[in-house]
């Protein structure tokens, strides 16, 4: 096994990755071939009548019937925060965005904590920014804290690389996680969010995250210390929210080979802290940290999606990014419509009417190989990512979505020749 890799990988690898794969020099292809081997063997053979299947496909249906509205309503806050509301309104869009985004994390959790009996927790290794993430975390959290008295600071070394390979959506899940669980415990004061890179011995790397926080409300420190110190009892359940976010976090960790470290720094004052570990990205793509609508200009999008709300808040950030935009309403369309060349890359939603996403992309994949497919859909779970890959798409990407992670997703993915 090549060297250069690091063990989270070869772990990966050796679990699910055939050896011809091993040599690849392109180590963003190379992972892309990591995530679909780790998630292929979730993916539902057509015929299966498992319990667990059967559990997994109403987990799908849950989850996209509940994303779905929700992106819509993501979308549209996201569309009058930009068009600059009066002071009052944009003082309530936040506030509602501050209640979306805690019941995007709660819902999440919850989903996760089901796969976690299942065993369909893997991770979804992609260049990911540091600086971006934490911004975005911090940004969405800050003014949820602001309201209990608590400040949230910020603080991130030169030495954290400017992009790593990771997986956005669980350690965003995490940090979102942490930040919660000291918001419960701390009523007033501040919460800094540190984060610094250090090299190991052996060459490879890791970014830890402390969170440096007072204390707080003796209940919940106790309940931290008690559900993080102690080896957890395989019957274990959760007992309320932070009790849940606790365990996920820890499986979501686990997958990284970390654990949540607490550090009790005087009467007054604890750190949490948690690392992940990094590899060499240098020859990686660089995600851009702003959005240069120049970038995209001249692409041209198939856009898969039956919710006209859903059509209408991607269509805008697409139009405004001078990306030329084609929609299909269901898979049946999208392949009426779809000549090879005429367009650089396909956005897919899963559950449709008519044809679903994933026999659309076998159609396409059996006379085009080369046309990025990236899934947009509020088919979530680990099962529909598998099913996805297993398809033959490029990527994933969940409702409700994150407009900067959809921009550089088009800019890795699509961008023209002629960009």
Known sequence: MNDFLHPLLQQQISRYLPTDYQEKADINRFIEEVNKSCYAPLATPVLSQSTTDRESTFLSIINHEIRTPLNAIVGLLDMMQQESPPPGWQEHCQQLRASVDSMKLAFSNILDYRHINLGHLNLNMAPLVPRQLLGDVFKANQGKLKEKDVSLKLSITDAVPVVVQGDQARLSQIINNLLMIAGTMVHRGSITLRADHHHAPTGDGFITFTFDMPCGDPVHQAMLLNAVVPVEPAEQEPVDGLGLAILVTKRLLGLYGSVIQIDRQSAQTMTLSFAIPTFDTAQSAVPPTQQNEQSLLGMRVLMVEDYPINVRIASRFLERWQVSVDVAENGQIALDKYTAGQYDLILMDIQMPVMDGLHATRAIRLNDARIPIVAL?????????????????????TKPFNPDELFRTLLRYGRPATA
């Open 377 to 397: 859909t509020a088919s979530a779970t680990p099962t529909d990512q598998a099913n996805a890959y297993a398809a033959g798409m490029n990527s994933f990407l």
